[in-house]
């Protein structure tokens, strides 16, 4: 079986679009998924976007789109993972917007790491022409109800290639700040097991 593929697929179309996310959805906690097999380690992190770029809806300046890049690209380059019993490296890493996210911005739903940087999200040149419906956009939340707060969830996937199966993975929760705590899932070999990670429990057993 390819339980790392699988684990993506399922995790992204679960991800996409589904009314549980925004269930789920709690400040300061995420959900961190991690499978392995043959040598790859695929990692999954599920948050709320306040806690991965800074906000949760639609940036609307050229500033705020700027800050979005920039938390996203210092959350892309962090070292969070430090691996047991193999070397790794990183060989893939991609950051899944959700679709209301996207709507007002139109940003390509996954921001690959090695893409372009610059015009990921576009600042809009004449905002003064923007028409009724449009700003009306910006005003709605995710679900298009008028008004009210908006909950939104990213998605940050990474790709490991190691010399071996890792004993074990490490997750540095300081690049993660504020996220203080992640219900984490593993897949491997040995089955599927599920733990909570804190700043002072980080270690994830693999086998």
Known sequence: MKVCATLIL??????????????????????????????????????????????????????????????????????????????????????????????????????????????????????EEHDEDHDQAHHDRGDGTPGGEVHEDGLVSWRYRCDGNPVAVEVNFEPLAPLVQLHTQTLTDAGPRALDLRPDARRVPLR
């Open 10 to 127: 399922v995790a992204l179309s679960s991800f996409m679009g589904s009314p549980a996310v925004a269930a789920a959805h709690s400040h300061g906690t995420g959900e961190l998924s991690v499978a392995v097999e043959d040598g790859l380690v695929d990692i999954l992190l599920t948050a709320p976007l306040a806690d991965l770029v800074g906000r949760e809806r639609a940036p609307e300046t050229a500033t705020e789109r700027a800050e979005v890049l920039r938390r996203r690209d210092a959350l892309i380059a962090a070292p969070l993972f430090s691996f047991e019993g193999a070397a790794c490296t990183r060989d893939a890493t991609s950051f899944v917007l959700p679709q209301p996210f996207l709507t007002a911005t139109d940003v390509d739903p996954v921001l690959e790491s090695s893409g372009g940087d610059s015009d990921a999200l576009k600042a809009d040149a004449h905002p």
